[in-house]
Structures are given as structure tokens and as C-alpha cells.
T-cell receptor, first 109, second 115 residues
């Protein structure tokens, strides 16, 4: 079967750095997405990785290792507004997105 | 402003009633999707459409139907609502030409309660 694993919840301090991990087992791989979802709102696109390595976008970076079925989202200089759920999703061989359950990130002052 | 709109924002529905959730996009995306999101579970695909005139079943299609008469609209119908269909429903669209174009953009969601 297809499976995406992420921690259920993480807590971090304002101004710090946090890494949210995602491991996947899917039938085929055509890319990995990270989305941010604030409570009561729709998911919004953060990043897309299809090649191994690190993609940096301002305070957010996303890393992919296809051989290990592993990705992480790195958030630097955390702000209170970063409190949200972070969803990992993999595009499988049929170009369907398989979603993880999401990681709820709590930022404390 | 380009994007996806959904209606209604929220709805309370008696079990057994018929309900259509509306979704419209103005980005000329060829693919559209309906998901439900329940606490503790990931987004689950109900139905999708790769292009106008075609539809497909997702992971949890039972009790739901869709149509795609044109590029912009993708309504989701619950023929006879049951309490287990209480959920938040998101519509999404993508250009779906492979790779990064498969990025999905989401509507604001419809919160549905079936009593």
C-alpha cells in the first residue's frame, strides 16, 4: 500500500529552527510537495521537490532523498504566524497526490 | 482575483437530504479535485477530473457523484447525506501537465454537518 508518515505534532520556540520530517512509500514517484494549512483555512503550496537535494525559499527549505524515501521541511527564524499544520504529499506513478496526515506545529514565545 | 471559489461556506443538513457543493475556478486549469478532510486523517480524494467531460473515482467515492460539463465548474453531489459525511470539503485544481504543474491550488472549503 501507499503510505506517508509525518509526526503528528511538534513544538518549537519563536526565533528558533524546526525540521519536519516526512517518509514515504508509494507506487512510483513524480515529486513531493509541502503545503501549509492554518487552522480553519485551505492548504497553501510551499514547495515542490523532484530531484535530490535542498531547495531554499526564504525562511523555508525543503530537502529530498529519493533513495531513502525521505524529505524534510526546514523552517528558520520561526514566527508566531508559522503556527500551522504542514502537509507532505507525494505524486505517485499515476500522477495522483498521496497525502500525509499533517504535522501540527505549535510555536511558543 | 484569480482562484477557486466554493459554496456554501458551511451547511447543516438533515440526513437523507440531497446536497450539491459548488466549485468554480478561473485559472483555466484542466484538472480538478474534491477532497474531504477529517480530524487526524490526511486529505482523502473523493473524485477527480483530468479534463472537462471526464471524471474518475478517488479513494473514498461512495455516496458522492461529480460532473464536469466545462473547464471552470466541478460540483460535488451527495445524493442522500449520512452523518459519516460530516467533514470539511475542499475543491482543488491544477494544470496537471506533469512535474511542478501538478501543484494543486485549493478553494476555501465547505464545512458540512449532517445530522
Amino acid at each position: 500500500g501507499q503510505n506517508i508518515d509525518q509526526p503528528t505534532e511538534m513544538t518549537a520556540t519563536e526565533g528558533a529552527i524546526v525540521q519536519i520530517n516526512c517518509t514515504y512509500q508509494t507506487s512510483g514517484f513524480n515529486g513531493l510537495f509541502w503545503y501549509q494549512q492554518h487552522a480553519g483555512e485551505a492548504p497553501t503550496f510551499l514547495s515542490y521537490n523532484v530531484l535530490d537535494g535542498l531547495e531554499e525559499k526564504g525562511r523555508f527549505s525543503s530537502f529530498l532523498s529519493r533513495s531513502k524515501g525521505y524529505s524534510y521541511l526546514l523552517l528558520k527564524e520561526l514566527q508566531m504566524k508559522d503556527s500551522a499544520s504542514y502537509l507532505c504529499a507525494v505524486l505517485d506513478s499515476n500522477y495522483q497526490l498521496i497525502w500525509g496526515a499533517g504535522t501540527k506545529l505549535i510555536i511558543k514565545p | 482575483i484569480a482562484g477557486i471559489t466554493q459554496a456554501p461556506t458551511s451547511q447543516i443538513l438533515a440526513a437523507g437530504r440531497r446536497m450539491t457543493l459548488r466549485c468554480t475556478q478561473d485559472m483555466r486549469h484542466n484538472a480538478m479535485y474534491w477532497y474531504r478532510q477529517d480530524l487526524g486523517l490526511g486529505l482523502r480524494l473523493i473524485h477527480y477530473s483530468n479534463t472537462a467531460g471526464t471524471t474518475g473515482k478517488g479513494e473514498v467515492p461512495d455516496g458522492y457523484s461529480v460532473s464536469r460539463a466545462n473547464t471552470d465548474d466541478f460540483p460535488l453531489t451527495l445524493a442522500s447525506a449520512v452523518p459519516s459525511q460530516t467533514s470539511v470539503y475542499f475543491c482543488a485544481s491544477s494544470d496537471a501537465r506533469g512535474g511542478g504543474t501538478d501543484t494543486q491550488y485549493f478553494g476555501p472549503g465547505t464545512r458540512l454537518t449532517v445530522l
